[in-house]
């Protein structure tokens, strides 16, 4: 069974910085694309990054470039999402999410397995 848990977010003060995890278990992922999601109390779930697990092609929201990096160790299984300069618009649960193949990595339907979600709250 395939499960995705997030962990690393909390409360931080604007220009602050966070790493969030996303370990992955229950198969292999070297078929995968692994994406990062956020949503903010009142907002629909948006794209903020994703990676192609072999190759390692990465891919941003426009509105987080240059401040957010996604990595992935393939050791353990596990993402990575560094956000730097964080801002108070970042504030939002942020969730993991995983699914085989090659797709439009920003379309949130095209993603069968989530995890729980993270808590980022940044502070003005």
């Known amino acids: 069974q395939v499960q995705l848990v997030e962990s690393g977010g909390g409360l931080v003060q604007a220009g602050g910085s966070l790493r969030l995890s996303c370990a992955a278990s229950?198969?292999?992922?070297?078929?995968?694309?692994m994406g990062w999601f956020r949503q903010a109390p009142g907002k629909e779930r948006e794209f903020v990054s994703a990676?192609?697990?072999?190759?390692?092609?990465?891919y941003y929201a426009d509105s987080v470039k240059g401040r957010f990096t996604i990595s992935r160790d393939n050791a353990k299984n596990t993402v990575y999402l560094q956000m730097n300069s964080l801002k108070p618009e970042d504030t939002a649960v942020y969730y993991c999410?995983?699914?085989?193949?090659?797709?439009?990595?920003?379309?949130?339907?095209?993603?069968?397995?989530w995890g729980r979600g993270t808590q980022v709250t940044v502070s003005s």
């Open positions: 990676i192609r697990w072999t190759g390692g092609i990465t």
């Open positions: 999410a995983a699914n085989r193949g090659m797709f439009i990595p920003s379309m949130p339907q095209r993603y069968d397995y």
């Open positions: 229950g198969r292999t992922f070297s078929s995968d694309t």
